[in-house]
């Protein structure tokens, strides 16, 4: 089933059930109107997460609100949070753990982590990093972060691993304004290994791609060339580099080229591909 949610109207909860095609309203115990949107989150058993815009007595802004629903013949609705700002957020393509930016200031950052199968929550306070330095294993079991040592000058990509509530540091990198910009942080589709994308300060602007196992073993490493974008392979060995020397779209597996061609000009502009800022 697929959880919707109706733009341009009084928020409603629609159910379309992929076998039979059918759609369906969810009966709610709150009124469409209490709130102004309605985003599902995630989908665990009988239990809906979502986050609700809501606009209390009247005010010109809106306050997000985290919430479950219980989906039943009524959807009942119990409030798990009142949140300062529209949070960044990340669920795990399993459907069992749900992390959110509940606050930050210049440097730090407080996520709320959610297990959806016990239904509780634990809250980590961290280094605040960029949105593509912070990846949520798809089976909830782990976070993968690169943050910066400051007082170090280092770079460190960490792992935290949910049961044992325990950081692991994978590798470091000497910091720099060229060799920390944009790094970017995945996992595989088995979340048996991770993957950390970081800029090199030579040769200018290219790329270097680091495959770990989820022990923390690095297992390979490939210098790239300058590209826009790159996809990653559901195991973490194949990439697709997207705009080498320009047009080029290119095929990379344990650093050798297996295959490449020209990609459309008009194509890469309207970045129809995956793996956009990758």
């Not at 239990?47 to 629903?69: E, I, R």
């Not at 009942?76 to 749900?98: F, T």
């Not at 306070?125 to 993968?144: F, I, Q, W």
Request: net charge negative; proline share 6%.
């Amino acid at each position: 089933m697929l959880i919707i949610r109706v733009p341009h109207e009084s928020p409603r909860l629609l159910r379309l059930d992929l076998v039979t095609n059918q759609l369906s309203a969810f009966e709610t115990t709150f009124q469409p109107n209490d709130y102004r949107r309605i985003e599902p989150l995630a989908w665990h058993g009988q239990t809906l997460y979502v986050l609700f815009h809501d606009q209390p007595n009247g005010s010109a802004t809106l306050q997000p609100v985290l919430a479950k629903l219980t989906l039943n013949q009524q959807a009942k609705i119990e409030i798990l949070a009142e949140l300062a700002d529209w949070p960044d957020y990340w669920v795990s393509a399993n459907q069992q753990a749900l992390v959110y930016r509940q606050s930050q200031t210049a440097t730090e950052q407080t996520l709320v982590w959610w297990n959806l199968t016990d239904q509780t929550s634990r809250t980590l306070t961290l280094p605040l990093v960029s949105h593509a330095a912070l990846a949520l294993a798809p089976d909830g079991s782990a976070l993968a972060m690169v943050t910066l040592d400051p007082t170090q000058q280092v770079a460190e990509l960490r792992r935290y691993d949910y049961a044992s509530q325990t950081w692991q540091t994978l590798d470091q990198q000497a910091s720099g304004q060229i060799v920390t910009t944009n790094p970017v942080v995945g996992w595989s589709a088995d979340s048996q290994h991770l993957w950390w994308q970081r800029s090199l300060p030579q040769p200018l602007l290219a790329k270097e791609y680091r495959v770990y196992t989820a022990t923390g073993a690095l297992q390979s490493t490939d210098e790239l060339p300058l590209h826009h974008q790159a996809v990653v392979s559901a195991d973490a060995e194949t990439l697709v580099l997207v705009g080498v020397a320009g047009t080029m779209l290119q095929e990379r597996q344990h650093g050798r080229i297996t295959a490449q061609f020209p990609l459309p000009v008009d194509l890469l502009e309207q970045k129809v591909l995956a793996g956009v800022n990758r």
